[in-house]
């Protein structure tokens, strides 16, 4: 079992910066990625990026160039750091932590999730 705990997020105006950061209790050697998803009111949650076990990031098209995932391995922290913030980033924004499933298929699958942290962005 893997508790996730996130912060930093808050309220900022369009162009401002917020880093957030998820704490796991425990590091699982079947982790196989973690990721940001984030969800607004109204709308479905829908993935920011993500980051391998082995470095490697992806982004949504929309925070390509203004977000960056990080991870601590020391720490089991995860981090997105969020610069030129639009308002159309306000979300809940939540950890997920991927663990790798090899039956009945191999696979990446989220597993544990995070409680979710409020980002508001003013304009």
């Known amino acids: 079992q893997v508790q996730l705990v996130e912060s930093g997020g808050g309220s900022v105006q369009a162009g401002g910066s917020l880093k957030l950061s998820c704490a796991a209790s425990t590091y699982l050697f079947s982790r196989c990625k973690m990721g940001w998803y984030r969800q607004a009111p109204g709308n479905e949650r829908e993935l920011v990026s993500t980051i391998t076990s082995d470095g490697t990031p992806t982004y949504t098209n929309s925070v390509k160039g203004r977000f960056t995932i990080s991870q601590d391995n020391a720490k089991n922290t995860l981090y997105l750091q969020m610069n030129n913030l639009k308002t159309e980033d306000t979300a809940v924004y939540f950890c997920?932590?991927?663990?790798?499933?090899?039956?009945?298929?191999?696979?990446?699958?989220?597993?544990?999730w995070g409680q979710g942290t409020q980002v508001t962005v003013s304009s």
């Open positions: 997920a932590y991927d663990i790798l499933r090899v039956w009945p298929a191999r696979r990446c699958e989220t597993t544990y």
